[in-house]
């Protein structure tokens, strides 16, 4: 029998060579696999770092811009106020009338009518007093918030102005007869009178301290000339009285009368409202007559108005409104953006300018290397991540601001697409617009010669666009640039975009020059209701910068050039129908030699063919302040007799 032997492993496992080998490729590998982390580690920190570096260069920026911002302000405001000398002398109110009623000849008992009806207004520069003087309770008209009114002398607008300085923080401070107080609010004024408002913010029903006179009591002046004044201290809060006699003219001479008694009224001996005092000099005054006082504020539009918003509002003839204190580089602003100045207290209570073409839409898109996310809480579109890159590319670098100046008010904004001109072969890349860019503000038929074109492509680029084509019927216009602009793509509109599938309508924001986007549909449309019979519509939502912006398919072809007209729907341009045109002009000039440089326009023809394109104007709104023509109080009021 053969023994099978067991054979002994004598070599403990693997070698010691081979043991080195492996815990050198273990070292090696963990040294690798921390370089990995590390060169991650240290990538997250580039980027953040760029970041900051990006976020801090446009802190930077903005800063600057609100450094140059003040810098401005004060300039405009030393070139409008070039010698504004503000006395260090403080104002020392002169009361008078300490004569007790009986003793100036009234006939009964007047002081709770005349209480009821004079307050104090007082000008202030912070704590300091500048100026006091009377008003005279008014009507207040008919809006949710309630309001008074009180009609003093113009003076309090003279004083107003004199001590306006660049910091603006001047106000009014209404002294009521049961010696409360309330801010004032000077607004509307012309060569005699000035209207301050006050406004009770808890809604409560209005104090019965303070009544307004009943301008509908008119009264003849009195046969013998004997007149009596009235007015209220600021200071002390008492009434004053004093006796005087008419000298002819709408002249009165008194016993004792001082500057307190500017915007008091004048009464008879039975205590008929007369008029109010509007200038004193030593002891005699000038006065505005009731029936005088009644015209000048149905004028103001005060006892009248049949204004159920602001929408058209402009000031009446002869009226004049104090910037308010606190938003006089707002007010300077807006003008040299050619928006309405706005009605008395709307910028005060927080009203709002709507239909401006600074209002946005739909989901917006920063540029490129922009720091911060943008968006829109008033829209719930969801479309830039629908678009393919390329599109959303394309567009970027197409899709540009225009705006147009007279002098350096803004006539008007809206948006352009570069494009290659039909007809030209792609040799020739202008902007495709509205033709409300250049019309004329005044004769919505005609263009405006003397404008300027501001061309912008964000971050950074701006050129200056010259009106080389116009279609007014049509309402579009073709800009050229007076430089070239880096990186752009301009659309070749020639190809044919699919009417049928789902559309975008594309914009930049006129502030920041973010693209903004909103999608839709094309709708039938009934051309016997258009103001253009090849109008097309799209269910997309815009606004007024919106005007002259693309509408696109989700395959980025060109399918028309947006209208907003204020409706639910957006009229747009479609593809067709603008490349005949352009095309056509192309043609037109090559036969008559014109040179593509040369401004040319289709006007309107004659007036049975004309066509305006409805277009909301900017009005200012607040829904408190609004009035209700169906629910006009009378003027009656506190009567004294």
Same mark, same amino acid.
């Given at each position: 029998?053969?023994?099978?032997?067991?054979?002994?492993?004598?070599?403990?496992?693997?070698?010691?060579?081979?043991?080195?080998?492996?815990?050198?490729?273990?070292?090696?590998?963990?040294?690798?696999?921390?370089?990995?982390?590390? #060169?991650?580690?240290?990538?997250?920190?580039?980027?953040?770092?760029?970041?900051?570096?990006?976020?801090?260069?446009?802190?930077?920026?903005?800063?600057?811009?609100?450094? =140059?911002?003040?810098?401005?302000?004060?300039?405009?405001?030393?070139?409008?106020?070039? /010698?504004?000398?503000?006395?260090?002398?403080?104002?020392?109110?002169?009361?008078?009338?300490?004569?007790?009623?009986?003793? !100036?000849?009234?006939?009964?008992?007047?002081?709770?009518?005349?209480?009821?009806?004079?307050?104090?207004?007082?000008?202030? @520069?912070?704590?300091?007093?500048?100026?006091?003087?009377?008003?005279?309770?008014?009507?207040?008209?008919?809006?949710?918030? &309630?309001?008074?009114?009180?009609?003093?002398?113009?003076?309090?607008?003279?004083?107003?102005?004199?001590?306006?300085? !660049?910091?603006?923080?001047?106000?009014?401070?209404?002294?009521?007869? @049961?010696?409360?107080?309330?801010?004032?609010?000077?607004?509307?004024?012309?060569?005699?009178?000035?209207?301050?408002?006050?406004?009770?913010?808890?809604?409560?029903?209005?104090?019965?301290?303070?009544?307004?006179?009943?301008?509908?009591? /008119? =009264?003849?002046?009195?046969?013998?000339?004997? !007149?009596?004044?009235?007015?209220?201290?600021?200071?002390?809060?008492?009434?004053?009285?004093?006796?005087? %006699? %008419?000298?002819?003219?709408?002249?009165?001479?008194?016993?004792?009368?001082?500057?307190?008694? %500017?915007?008091?009224?004048?009464?008879?001996?039975? +205590?008929?409202?007369?008029?109010?005092?509007?200038?004193?000099?030593?002891?005699?005054?000038?006065?505005?007559?009731?029936?005088?006082?009644?015209?000048?504020?149905?004028?103001?539009?005060?006892?009248?108005?049949?204004?159920?918003?602001?929408?058209?509002?402009?000031?009446?003839?002869?009226?004049?409104?104090?910037?308010?204190?606190?938003?006089?580089?707002?007010?300077?602003?807006?003008?040299?953006?050619?928006?309405?100045?706005?009605?008395?207290?709307?910028?005060?209570?927080?009203?709002?300018?709507? &239909?401006?073409?600074?209002?946005?839409?739909?989901?917006?898109? =920063?540029?490129?290397?922009?720091?911060?996310?943008?968006?829109?809480?008033?829209?719930?579109?969801?479309?830039?991540?629908?678009?393919?890159?390329?599109?959303?590319?394309?567009?970027?670098?197409?899709?540009?601001?225009?705006?147009?100046?007279?002098?350096?008010?803004?006539?008007?904004?809206?948006?352009?697409?570069?494009?290659?001109?039909?007809?030209?072969?792609?040799?020739?890349?202008?902007?495709?617009?509205?033709?409300?860019?250049?019309?004329? #503000?005044?004769?919505?038929?005609?263009?405006?010669?003397?404008?300027?074109? @501001?061309?912008?492509?964000?971050?950074?680029?701006?050129?200056?666009?010259?009106?080389?084509?116009?279609?007014?019927? +049509?309402?579009?216009?073709?800009?050229?640039?007076?430089?070239? !602009?880096?990186?752009?793509?301009?659309?070749?509109?020639?190809?044919?975009?699919?009417?049928?599938?789902?559309?975008?309508?594309?914009?930049?924001?006129?502030?920041?020059?973010?693209?903004?986007?909103?999608?839709?549909?094309?709708?039938?449309?009934?051309?016997?209701?258009?103001?253009? &019979?090849?109008?097309?519509?799209?269910?997309?939502?815009?606004?007024? =910068?919106?005007?002259?912006?693309?509408?696109?398919?989700?395959?980025?072809?060109?399918?028309?050039?947006?209208?907003?007209?204020?409706?639910?729907?957006?009229?747009?341009?479609?593809?067709? &129908?603008?490349?005949?045109?352009?095309?056509?002009?192309?043609?037109?000039?090559?036969?008559?030699?014109?040179?593509?440089?040369?401004?040319?326009?289709?006007?309107?023809?004659?007036?049975? /063919?004309?066509?305006?394109?409805?277009?909301?104007?900017?009005?200012?709104?607040?829904?408190?302040?609004?009035? @209700?023509?169906?629910?006009?109080?009378?003027?009656?009021?506190?009567?004294?007799?």
């Amino acid at each position: 029998m053969t023994v099978k032997k067991t054979v002994v492993d004598c070599t403990r496992g693997i070698s010691r060579e081979e043991r080195a080998i492996a815990r050198r490729n273990k070292r090696e590998s963990l040294i690798s696999s921390g370089s990995d982390v590390r #060169r991650k580690k240290k990538r997250r920190v580039r980027r953040f770092q760029k970041q900051t570096e990006k976020m801090v260069k446009l802190l930077k920026e903005t800063l600057a811009a609100e450094a =140059a911002e003040a810098a401005e302000e004060a300039r405009l405001f030393n070139l409008e106020h070039p /010698h504004q000398v503000v006395s260090s002398t403080p104002f020392q109110e002169k009361e008078f009338g300490d004569k007790p009623l009986q003793t !100036i000849r009234a006939s009964k008992d007047i002081t709770p009518d005349l209480s009821a009806i004079v307050v104090s207004l007082a000008l202030f @520069d912070g704590s300091r007093m500048l100026f006091a003087c009377s008003g005279l309770a008014i009507p207040s008209g008919t809006t949710k918030l &309630e309001l008074r009114r009180f009609v003093t002398s113009r003076r309090l607008v003279e004083e107003f102005n004199k001590n306006r300085n !660049i910091d603006d923080k001047l106000r009014i401070d209404v002294c009521l007869p @049961d010696n409360t107080h309330m801010d004032g609010f000077l607004g509307l004024y012309d060569k005699d009178i000035a209207i301050v408002t006050s406004c009770d913010f808890t809604y409560c029903a209005p104090t019965k301290d303070v009544c307004p006179v009943n301008l509908d009591l /008119h =009264a003849p002046l009195p046969s013998d000339g004997k !007149i009596i004044a009235a007015a209220r201290a600021f200071g002390s809060g008492r009434l004053m009285v004093t006796s005087g %006699l %008419l000298t002819g003219n709408g002249i009165a001479r008194w016993e004792q009368i001082t500057e307190a008694a %500017l915007g008091g009224p004048l009464v008879d001996q039975d +205590a008929k409202f007369l008029g109010v005092n509007i200038r004193v000099e030593g002891p005699s005054s000038w006065f505005l007559p009731l029936m005088a006082l009644c015209k000048r504020l149905e004028n103001f539009q005060l006892l009248s108005s049949r204004t159920t918003d602001f929408r058209g509002y402009s000031l009446p003839p002869f009226v004049s409104s104090i910037i308010p204190s606190g938003f006089w580089f707002r007010i300077k602003q807006l003008d040299s953006l050619g928006y309405p100045r706005p009605p008395p207290l709307v910028l005060e209570f927080n009203g709002e300018l709507l &239909e401006t073409f600074e209002e946005k839409f739909g989901q917006l898109l =920063a540029w490129k290397g922009y720091p911060y996310s943008v968006s829109n809480p008033r829209s719930r579109e969801y479309v830039w991540p629908l678009l393919p890159r390329d599109v959303v590319t394309n567009i970027s670098r197409s899709v540009v601001k225009l705006a147009s100046f007279n002098g350096s008010v803004r006539s008007f904004a809206c948006t352009g697409l570069l494009i290659k001109w039909p007809g030209t072969e792609g040799t020739r890349t202008v902007i495709l617009t509205s033709a409300s860019l250049v019309r004329s #503000r005044d004769d919505h038929f005609k263009i405006d010669n003397n404008l300027t074109i @501001d061309v912008f492509l964000p971050p950074k680029q701006h050129a200056k666009g010259t009106l080389v084509f116009y279609h007014l019927n +049509a309402n579009l216009a073709i800009v050229s640039l007076d430089k070239g !602009i880096r990186g752009i793509r301009p659309f070749d509109i020639c190809h044919k975009g699919d009417l049928s599938k789902p559309v975008v309508a594309i914009a930049r924001k006129i502030e920041a020059g973010f693209l903004m986007a909103s999608k839709g549909e094309v709708v039938e449309y009934n051309p016997r209701d258009s103001y253009f &019979e090849k109008l097309m519509l799209s269910t997309c939502k815009i606004n007024k =910068a919106g005007i002259g912006g693309p509408l696109i398919n989700f395959d980025g072809a060109f399918v028309g050039m947006n209208h907003y007209d204020g409706s639910e729907v957006t009229p747009f341009m479609p593809r067709r &129908e603008i490349v005949q045109i352009l095309k056509g002009e192309v043609n037109w000039r090559r036969q008559s030699g014109l040179s593509m440089d040369v401004l040319h326009g289709v006007g309107c023809g004659s007036r049975i /063919h004309r066509r305006k394109w409805p277009l909301p104007e900017p009005y200012w709104y607040h829904g408190l302040l609004t009035m @209700d023509k169906y629910d006009l109080h009378p003027h009656i009021g506190r009567q004294l007799q």
